[in-house]
């Protein structure tokens, strides 16, 4: 059997000499492995770098198999992000939780469409929001979705500033300020109705630290801790990344 699809690679491992196992996230097959032979080659290594975009071809004698895959470069994000520390590790995460968190060859359209929406937008400045709203995104796919259209207490949309932990569902900032300690900040850029991005005055970054704050601890609780998946380790490189940058750097 076979199939061609479009997809984003998402891992390589080593497989003999000249071989890879590669896992790749498809349109229509979802995240897939398979083996690419030749791998090793000076032209195909640059192609299968985490984060590029794919046309893959898939083929094996029996569907649970591993079987073969025939690869073409048609994005090559990673070398156009080579230059810039902040957006490629932030490329780099989003390949590494995609690779640990989905399920096997079980397809997911919207968060496919949304990564390589993710690919495009981290060569853009606002790169830092558009990572932060694309794991929000990677946490409704997965089924644990948060509520930030409405307040939990009074069903308003607006003056949202919270997000309850036990819940996922936003707070305003009248009802939660009684229990201010107890709740997550909710950054102004996640918030309905406000702005796009962060502005760039002196609370963006804290407001892109709360970001990763909000889907960070959702994450680790709803996903690496229930389901026993180690924590993802380029994840904490970019949470490291910003949390050392300064007002002044690139967000």
């Known amino acids: 059997m076979d199939w061609r699809d479009d997809g984003i690679v998402l891992s390589t491992r080593k497989l ?12 229509d097959y ?31 004698r029996l569907a649970e198999h591993l079987g073969q895959f025939r690869c073409e470069l048609t994005g090559a994000h ?35 469409h949304g990564t390589v929406a993710l690919m495009a937008a981290l060569k853009l400045d606002q790169w830092l929001p558009a990572y932060i709203r694309w794991e929000v995104g990677l946490l409704e796919e997965l089924g644990y ?8 207490a009074t069903d308003l949309a607006s003056d949202l500033a919270y997000v309850s932990p036990k ?34 005055d002196a609370d963006m970054l804290e407001q892109l630290r709360d970001g990763l704050k909000l889907t960070g601890f959702f994450i680790h609780r709803d996903i690496f801790e229930a389901k ?3 924590p993802v380790a380029a994840r904490d490189r970019l949470v490291s990344h910003v949390w050392r940058l300064s007002g002044d750097d690139e967000k």
């Open 16 to 27: 003999g000499e000249s071989s890879v196992r590669l896992s790749v996230l498809t349109r």
């Open 167 to 200: 819940s996922g569902r936003a707070v305003s900032e009248a009802a939660g300020q009684a229990y201010r300690d107890r709740l997550l900040p909710l950054p102004a850029f996640l918030a309905l109705g406000r702005a796009s991005g962060p502005r760039a």
């Open 228 to 230: 026993g998946i180690k």
């Open 78 to 112: 990673a070398a156009d992000l080579l230059l810039q520390p902040g957006p490629l590790m932030a490329m780099s995460s989003a390949c590494a939780m995609l690779d640990a968190t989905l399920p096997e060859r079980e397809a997911h359209p919207d968060l496919y």
């Open 30 to 60: 979802g995240r897939h492995a398979g083996m690419v032979r030749g791998a090793m080659s000076k032209s195909m290594r640059g192609t299968l770098e985490p984060g590029n975009e794919i046309r893959v071809g898939w083929s094996a």
């Open 145 to 152: 979705g948060l509520d930030l259209q409405r307040c939990a």
